[in-house]
């Protein structure tokens, strides 16, 4: 099965410029999640969506960053205006269920390769 | 709300030598614990879970209620097995914290 993409892989800005990233989720998750991995960190979740309703967006920055998943497919995750402090890897992980649960099992997530942004 | 706790960062050992990645947890209920791993330039995958009991590239992890601990063990390290290292923990009884929490995770260097 395809894995989940996400574009670009890498991103240079300059601090107050607009950001957006891309994720395809693996077909028939419907659950999609955007995690902000800063480095020597672990995953931090910034936003779950269940089809194309929001979950939880409890972590994230709702000044400056927004996401959507307007069809319950793909999805983008915008920032505006960047600050130093938001260089890190943007995963996108997609589970079949919430919490990667499904039928009784947890079948975990499935992660895209991730987008490094750096914010000069 | 939960907490996953990786005290070490960094984790050096030769090959053909045990090794063992420690993860803490805080929560009160039950939960799923789950480890996954992040090879050099690679994406970050599940290795394994401790509902199924399972054995992954020779990786074993125990729950233990008592100690709230997941180590993660392998009894003959690989240089293959370098890489970054996840503890994670999904809470079963869901409300708001119904979220996948990973730990800062631990970076494992086998040497020759």
């Known amino acids: ?120 | 709300a939960q907490r996953v706790t990786q005290p070490e960062k960094l984790l050096s050992v030769f090959k053909g030598a045990p090794v063992e990645l420690k993860c803490n947890y805080s929560y009160s209920g039950s939960p799923e614990l789950f480890w996954y791993v992040q090879y050099s330039r690679q994406r970050l995958q599940l290795l394994l879970r401790h509902i199924s009991r399972e054995s992954i590239k020779g990786f074993t992890a125990d729950l233990n209620k008592g100690e709230t601990s997941f180590h993660l063990k392998k009894p003959f390290a690989q240089e293959e097995d370098s890489a970054m290292y996840y503890c994670a923990l999904f809470p079963n009884s869901g409300g708001s914290n119904y979220k996948l929490t990973f730990g800062k995770g631990t970076l494992l260097t086998v040497n020759p």
């Open chain 1, 1 to 120: 099965e395809a894995g989940v993409a996400q574009s670009p892989r890498y991103k240079i800005i300059e601090k107050r410029q607009s950001v957006a990233f891309w994720c395809n989720p693996i077909s028939g998750h419907a659950t999609l999640y955007w995690y902000q991995q800063i480095l020597g960190q672990g995953p931090k979740l910034l936003i779950q969506f269940q089809n194309n309703g929001v979950v939880d967006d409890s972590q994230l920055p709702k000044d400056r960053f927004s996401a959507e998943r307007l069809k319950g497919v793909d999805s983008t995750l915008k920032i505006q205006p960047a600050k130093l402090e938001d260089s890190a890897v943007y995963l996108c992980a997609s589970s079949l269920g919430p919490g990667g649960q499904s039928g009784g099992k947890n079948y975990g997530y499935t992660f895209g390769s991730g987008t490094r942004l750096t914010v000069v």
